[in-house]
T-cell receptor, first 111, second 115 residues
Framework: GESVGLHLPTLSVQEGDNSIINCAYS??????FIWYKQESGKGPQFIID?????DKRQGQRVTVLLNKTVKHLSLQIAATQPGDSAVYFC??????????FGAGTQVVVTP | DAGITQSPRHKVTETGTPVTLRCHQT?????MYWYRQDPGHGLRLIHY???????DKGEVSDGYSVSRSKTEDFLLTLESATSSQTSVYFC??????????????FGPGTRLTVT
C-alpha cells in the first residue's frame, strides 16, 4: 500500500537556527502534499501545502520543498523560535483522494 | 480550531461498553473525517463522510461505526469498546476535494481510555 514516512522522530534545534523536517512518500502519482503542526494537547494546525506542479512554496518563515524524482518533501522553518516547538507531520494525497499522514517529527527548540 | 468542537474531550470507559464521540462544525463543510492518533503512527482514518447520510470506511474502521444525520454533526460510535481502542480521536472537516486544496481542519481531539 501507499506509505508516508518521516526520517527523524525528534529534531533538536537551537533558537535562531533553521529547522529542516523531512518526509518521504511511496506513491509517485501523488499530486498534493501538506504540512501540519501539532502542539501538545491540541489538534493539528495547517502550515502550508504544495501541489506537484511546484517544487517550492514559501509561507511566513516556512518553505516547503518537493522533490518528485526521489519522492521526498521537506519543511524548512527559518529562525526557529520557542513557539515552534511541536510535532510536525506531512500528509500526502493518496489514490483515493484522501490524505495519508506520516508519524511526525518532534521539534525541540533549545535556548 | 476552525469552528470544530469535539465532545467529550476526555473519557474513561470500561471494556465492553458502548461509547459515542461527537464532532460538531459551524463551517458548513461537506466533508468530515474521524481519525485516531497513536504513538509511532500517523493519523489513521477511521471513517469519513461526504454528505448527510453518506459515509464510507477508512483504513482502520473495524469496531467503529459512524452516523451523519445533519451537516454539522458527525458521530463516531464504538459499539463495544476494547483496550486497543484507547487513543486520541480527532475529527476533521474539509470544504471539498476539489482542484484547489485538500486541506483539512482539525478539532481539538478526544482522549479515550478503555480500561
Amino acid at each position: 500500500g501507499e506509505s508516508v514516512g518521516l526520517h527523524l522522530p525528534t529534531l533538536s534545534v537551537q533558537e535562531g537556527d533553521n529547522s529542516i523536517i523531512n518526509c518521504a512518500y511511496s506513491n509517485s502519482a501523488s499530486d498534493y502534499f501538506i504540512w501540519y503542526k501539532q502542539e501538545s494537547g491540541k489538534g493539528p494546525q495547517f502550515i502550508i501545502d504544495i501541489r506537484s506542479n511546484m517544487d517550492k512554496r514559501q509561507g511566513q518563515r516556512v518553505t516547503v520543498l518537493l522533490n518528485k524524482t526521489v519522492k521526498h518533501l521537506s519543511l524548512q522553518i527559518a529562525a526557529t523560535q520557542p513557539g515552534d516547538s511541536a510535532v510536525y507531520f506531512c500528509g500526502v494525497k493518496d489514490s483515493w483522494g484522501k490524505l495519508q499522514f506520516g508519524a511526525g517529527t518532534q521539534v525541540v527548540v533549545t535556548p | 480550531d476552525a469552528g470544530i468542537t469535539q465532545s467529550p474531550r476526555h473519557k474513561v470507559t470500561e471494556t465492553g461498553t458502548p461509547v459515542t464521540l461527537r464532532c460538531h462544525q459551524t463551517e458548513n463543510h461537506r466533508y468530515m473525517y474521524w481519525y485516531r492518533q497513536d504513538p509511532g503512527h500517523g493519523l489513521r482514518l477511521i471513517h469519513y463522510s461526504y454528505g448527510v447520510k453518506d459515509t464510507d470506511k477508512g483504513e482502520v474502521s473495524d469496531g467503529y461505526s459512524v452516523s451523519r444525520s445533519k451537516t454539522e454533526d458527525f458521530l463516531l460510535t464504538l459499539e463495544s469498546a476494547t483496550s486497543s481502542q484507547t487513543s486520541v480521536y480527532f475529527c476533521a472537516i474539509s470544504p471539498s476535494l476539489g482542484l484547489e486544496s485538500y486541506e483539512q481542519y482539525f478539532g481539538p481531539g478526544t482522549r479515550l481510555t478503555v480500561t
